[in-house]
């Protein structure tokens, strides 16, 4: 899915594709129950599915792109699975980034929420949101390759084609 441009988040010109770090933050809603083993998310699956997305870019780009993803620890949100927003999902997750210290530009360039689907919203389907030529990526658990290539390939411009 692509994100409406109201909530597009701008950057300054394309991000030179060269290399692309995003950081992948699994997370709890904090209204689930961070004890259940049903909503522990798998970092084999999730660095799995990424291993074949740095792949991806990697063969399409005869070796000259580097995409590469650092899969972080679940952590418990501070946005409840009622009806979360773009905005409000987007600042409480760079918010754990800030706090871990990790600093844009620097030690990251993207960011990509990982969540269980919600109550409710625009994150209660299965799928992923991200900004057309931007740095954010919100995917549904559990991850799929195709459609993570798809919301990367909107971070770095893609718009739909037929649509
Ligand atoms: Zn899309």
Known sequence: ?????????????KPTLKTFKYLVLPIWWSDEDSSDSSLTMSP???????NQNKQ??????????DVTFQV??????????ASPTFDA???AAKAIVDSLGYVEDEDFNGINLVY???KTGVFSG????AEVNGRFMWMSYELA???????????????????
């Open 145 to 163: 390759l195709d459609v993570t290539r798809h919301e990367i390939g909107h971070n770095f411009g893609h718009p739909h084609h037929c649509e």
């Open 126 to 129: 299965a799928g992923g949101w």
């Open 56 to 65: 991806y870019y990697d063969d399409m780009s005869w070796g000259k792109m």
């Open 72 to 81: 972080l620890p679940q952590t418990v949100f501070t946005i409840s699975s």
């Open 89 to 91: 999902t987007y600042d």
């Open 44 to 50: 084999t699956h999730i660095q799995d599915i990424y």
């Open 1 to 13: 899915m692509l994100l409406s441009s109201s909530v597009v988040f701008s950057v300054n010109g």
């Open 116 to 118: 269980f689907t919600a």
